[in-house]
Structures are given as structure tokens and as C-alpha cells.
């Protein structure tokens, strides 16, 4: 069986917080690490205004920076590191980081590989618990105060927070029905890819 019909099932958990905010998703083995990166950012949901990595032993995944590299280690590129790479190596639990200011940390676990479904389009978001950060809150202290805030009518910061965020904030629900449009959104993008690919190899036979 090839990797392009294998497809993995991860568990994504933000760390340090409780109640746990979790995440599980399907994604194709052939996956490159970024394509994983704009899959957690559909399902936590996050906006994608800040930059990320991948941490694997002591290898990072992200955008490289020639710049930012001499100064400390050699970040590989996520563009074009695949999935399967790192499960082929015995990696089963890396970290992933977004926004380096709010440091939202998270630890990727590997559950199973498996047969993909034909006729299921992959990436696919299978369920969550609990509601992630705001964008830019401030961090786990940030969105800790904002919650503090949010849940409390009295509070001082209560109507600066509800305007800032836009609506009440409900920790323990997922908005699962805007994760799934958000990942059905990355899984059509990649089969209107993969046929526009067909179509050119076909062409130019």
C-alpha cells in the first residue's frame, strides 16, 4: 500500500491547560507538515497571523530563515517534509507551536495509520472537546484573565472583553460545525488539486 492511500489519525492537544482542549483529525500520510499546520489552524480554530514550528527530537520544522538561523538551530522546511517521514523514523508524539508571543504549545500524537476511505475526502476533522484561544489573547495567563472576564457580568473588563471577542465565549464547546466547514474547505483545495495534477499529466501524455 502507497502512502497517498494510507492517511493517519492524530490526536492534537493544547498543553498546559485544564479542562484539556483536544483535537482528532485524519490526514493523508503523504501530508507535508505545513498542510498538518493549516489543519490545526482550521480546527482549533486559529487565524494563521503568526508564525509556527514543528518540533521532532531535536530537529524544528517551519518557514526557514536564513537570518534567524545563524543565530540558533537549522529550521527545516515544513513546505516539503512529509508526514510519513517522521512516523517512517519512529516519531509518534512531536510538539507543534503557533504564535511565538502567545506560545500556544501542542502536543501531536500519532494514534493509528490506516487504509484510507475512497470515498471520503481527506483532511477530515473526527471530534474535539473544548473551545481554543482567541486569536493574540495574550497566552495561557491572557486567556485565563479573559475567561475570568467573560464569565462574569460584574467584571470590569466583561463588556471590553464580550466587544473585543465579538460574542460570549463558551470553553467547554467547540463550534464543531465551523471546524468541519474549515477542514472540508483543506480537503476539497487538495482533491481539486490532486485532479487538476491528473489533468496535467494527462495532457502532456
Known sequence: MTQTEQIVRLKIQ???????IWRHVEVPLAAALKALHDVIQAMMPFLDHHPFEFNVG???????????????????AAKT?????????????????YDFGDNWQHTVTVETVSAA??????????DGGGRAPPEDVGGLTGFE????AMADPD????????????????????NKDAIRTRVAKLARRRTLGKVAFAKSRNQAN
Request: no cysteine.
Open 14 to 20: 493544547l498543553d498546559d491547560w485544564h479542562p484539556i
Open 58 to 76: 531535536d530537529r524544528r520544522y517551519g518557514i526557514p530563515d536564513p537570518e534567524w538561523d545563524t543565530i540558533g538551530r537549522k529550521t527545516y
Open 81 to 97: 517534509t512529509k508526514l510519513s517521514k517522521l512516523i517512517e523514523s519512529g516519531s509518534k508524539k512531536f510538539t507543534y507551536t
Open 117 to 126: 476511505d475512497p470515498m471520503i475526502e481527506y483532511p477530515r476533522y473526527i
Open 145 to 148: 484573565n479573559f475567561l475570568e
Open 155 to 174: 467584571h470590569e473588563e466583561h463588556d471590553a472583553v464580550k466587544t473585543w471577542y465579538g460574542a460570549l465565549f463558551e470553553p467547554e464547546i467547540p
